[in-house]
C-alpha cells in the first residue's frame, strides 16, 4: 500500500520534486548516436538543429569494448556541445548488464543537468522502474540537482507488453514508452527477422472463388505490431505520458518507413525513432500534422462556438467529439509552430 499522498515526495532527502505533468516539448524524432564513434559526435551540433531529442546510446548497438568509451562520450557532449533547443536523451544498458550500474551513476552525477530523459530498455514490469526511479533520486540528491530526470521504458519483452500498465503507472517520472519491435519479437519467438515494418507473409486472404482454392485471391498484408501499439498507446494515454515508435531498420526503404512512421502517428504516438539522418526528415513530416488537416480542425472548432450540439460542415457531421479530436490536432500544431515559423506559416498560427 502506498498513499497517493506520497507519490510525489522525492525518493531521496535533497532530490528535486517529482513532475506533476510530462512537459510539452517536441520529440517528433528520437534520433540516435553513437557516443564512443568520434565522427558521429563531430555531427551532434549539426544533428541538433535538425533533431528534436538527441539520444547518446549505450546500450545495443555499441559493442561491449566500446561501452565505456561511449560513456565517456556522452558525457564530453554533455559538457561541452551546446544543443540549442535539442534535448539530450540516453539509452542506458540494460538493468541486468554489467554496465548499467555506472551509466546511471556516472551520467546522473557528471551531466545530470544536462540529460532530459533516460531510457530504460528491456522493462519488464513496474519493479524495474522502481529500482531506477530510487537510484535515480538518490544520485540527484548527490548531484545537488534541481529538477527531476524523467524515465522512458522500451517495451521490448513479452512480460514488459503484458504489465504495460503498471509499467505507465509506476512513477510520476515516467514520460514515456517505444516499441522495440526487434527485442519483442525475439522475446515472443515471432519467426521475423526485421526490425520493426510489415512482414510480407504475416497477411489475410479472400474466399475462393466456386471452391478453386489455387485461384487468384487477393490478399492484403495486416500489420504485426497493431496489437503492440494500441495496447502501449491506451496504456500511455491511461497514465498521461507519451508513446514512440521505435527503430524501423530498412534504412533505404524510405517509403515502408514513412508508412510504419505515419500508422504509429495516426494511432497516437507522437514521435520516433531515427536511425539516419534520412529518417529525420521522414519523422518531421510525419509526426507534424498536415497543414489542411490543421485548418479544417481550427474551422471545425470555430464554427461549433460553445462547442456543443451538432452541425454539419461540408457534409460531415460535427459535434462535441469531432470537436475534441480537432483539439487534439490545433494543439499540437499550436506546440510544434511554437518553435518553427515554418509551421507556424504553414499552419495560419
Ligand atoms: C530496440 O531496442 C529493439 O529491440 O527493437
Ligand atoms: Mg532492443
Redesign the pocket.
Request: hydrophobic share 30%; charged share 25%.
Given at each position: 500500500m502506498r498513499s497517493p499522498k506520497d507519490f510525489f515526495q522525492p525518493l531521496a532527502l535533497g532530490a528535486p520534486d517529482p513532475v506533476r505533468e510530462i512537459p510539452f516539448r517536441p520529440s517528433r524524432m528520437i534520433h540516435f548516436f553513437d557516443p564512443s564513434n568520434p565522427k558521429m559526435v563531430a555531427k551532434v551540433p549539426d544533428m541538433a538543429t535538425k533533431a528534436d531529442v538527441l539520444l547518446g546510446n549505450l546500450e545495443?548497438a555499441i559493442k561491449a569494448d566500446n561501452k565505456e568509451a561511449a560513456r565517456a562520450g556522452l558525457v564530453e557532449v554533455g559538457r561541452n556541445v551546446d544543443l540549442g533547443d535539442a534535448q539530450l536523451w540516453t539509452r542506458i544498458n540494460s538493468l541486468d548488464s554489467p554496465w548499467c550500474l555506472d551509466d546511471l551513476i556516472t551520467l546522473v552525477t557528471e551531466i545530470g543537468d544536462r540529460l532530459d530523459v533516460i531510457m530504460v530498455?528491456k522493462v519488464e514490469g513496474a519493479e524495474d522502474i522502481h529500482y531506477v526511479d530510487r537510484l535515480v533520486a538518490q544520485l540527484e540528491a548527490r548531484a545537488g540537482l534541481q529538477r527531476p530526470i524523467l524515465l522512458h521504458a522500451?517495451l521490448?519483452t513479452a512480460r514488459g507488453v503484458a504489465n504495460v500498465e503498471e509499467i505507465c503507472l509506476a512513477s510520476p517520472r515516467m514520460q514515456g514508452l517505444s516499441l522495440?519491435?526487434?527485442?519483442?519479437a525475439a522475446s515472443r519467438r515471432m519467426k521475423t527477422t526485421r526490425?520493426?515494418g510489415g512482414h510480407p507473409d504475416y497477411l489475410v486472404r479472400a474466399d475462393p472463388v466456386d471452391g478453386d482454392i489455387e485461384g487468384a485471391r487477393a490478399t492484403a498484408q495486416q500489420d504485426l505490431w497493431h496489437y503492440t501499439l494500441a495496447r502501449m498507446v491506451d496504456a500511455c494515454g491511461t497514465a498521461g505520458i507519451l508513446p514512440y515508435y521505435?527503430?524501423f531498420g530498412d534504412i533505404a526503404d524510405v517509403v515502408a518507413c514513412e508508412d510504419q512512421f505515419r500508422n504509429a502517428y495516426l494511432l497516437g504516438c507522437v514521435g520516433t525513432w531515427t536511425l539516419h539522418p534520412k529518417q529525420i526528415e521522414i519523422a518531421k513530416r510525419v509526426f507534424s500534422p498536415e497543414p489542411s488537416e490543421v485548418l479544417w480542425a481550427k474551422r471545425v472548432i470555430d464554427e461549433m462556438g460553445d462547442g456543443t450540439g451538432a452541425v454539419m460542415i461540408d457534409g460531415k457531421m460535427q459535434d462535441d467529439a469531432t470537436v475534441k479530436q480537432c483539439r487534439v490536432v490545433v494543439e499540437l500544431a499550436t506546440q510544434l509552430a511554437a518553435n518553427d515559423a515554418e509551421l507556424a506559416e504553414a499552419y495560419g498560427l
Open positions: 545495443d530498455p522500451i521490448e522495440g519491435p526487434a527485442d519483442l526490425v520493426g521505435g527503430p
